[in-house]
T-cell receptor
């Protein structure tokens, strides 16, 4: 059973396109996250949702719009893709108040051409 | 800049040796620390955590040491195996603060047979 699953695993697209990445967790956690990992493996938080409410929004261009239809899902929509958006995007979840361990998905490698 | 960093970007050890991966943090208010392991093509995976009221915690073949005086964290892996080859990240969080994990840059561990 996959705890945190995200799709697609690979995404290759042209500059200017709009794309979405989906994430689902079956751990019953109340908090979900999107992290971006650059080519140097640096991991940086982008967004965090707790029970469908946005609680962390780092300095991310407004071309990135997360959406959480329920606490088990957190999708990421990206408008007008740019070359610099190429990275690996990780979804993660945790249960606040229990411990802060994040459980990560396997990542979506986005390549913008 | 980021508050969590690593002394060495790469570490190469022989199979069976012990490995020590170091991490320095600058936020003295951080009170929760986690080590993650990321294998190629996968998401980061939790290894071990430690809270600031402890200075040592042991798991299976791994030990985390926390020195709050010099703001230093280390991960010790006993009898390193080829399967331990991965990128290791330390992460810190300030409970009651922004409640987000800040990741260090990562150390790539290579275990030679």
């Amino acid at each position: 059973d996959t705890a945190v699953s995200q799709t697609p695993k690979y995404l290759v697209t042209q500059m200017g396109n709009d794309k979405s990445i989906k994430c689902e967790q079956n751990l019953g956690h109340d908090t979900m996250y999107w992290y971006k990992q650059d080519s140097k493996k640096f991991l940086k938080i982008m967004f965090s949702y707790n029970n469908k409410e946005l609680i962390i929004n780092e300095t991310v261009p407004n071309r990135f719009s997360p959406k959480s239809p329920d606490k088990a899902h957190l999708n990421l929509h990206i408008n007008s893709l740019e070359l610099g958006d190429s990275a690996v995007y990780f979804c993660a979840s945790s249960q606040r108040g229990l411990d802060e361990k994040l459980f990560f998905g396997s990542g979506t490698q986005l390549s913008v051409l | 800049g980021e508050s969590v960093g690593l002394h060495l970007p790469t570490l190469s050890v022989q199979e069976g040796d012990n490995s020590i991966i170091n991490c320095a943090y600058s936020n003295s208010a951080s009170d929760y620390f986690i080590w993650y392991k990321q294998e190629s093509g996968k998401g980061p995976q939790f290894i071990i955590d430690i809270r600031s009221n402890m200075d040592k915690r042991q798991g299976q073949r791994v030990t985390v040491l926390l020195n709050k005086t010099v703001k230093h964290l280390s991960l010790q892996i006993a009898a390193t195996q080829p399967g331990d080859s991965a990128v290791y990240f330390c992460a810190e969080e300030t409970q009651g603060g922004s409640e987000k994990l800040v990741f260090g840059k990562g150390t790539k561990l290579t275990v030679n047979p």
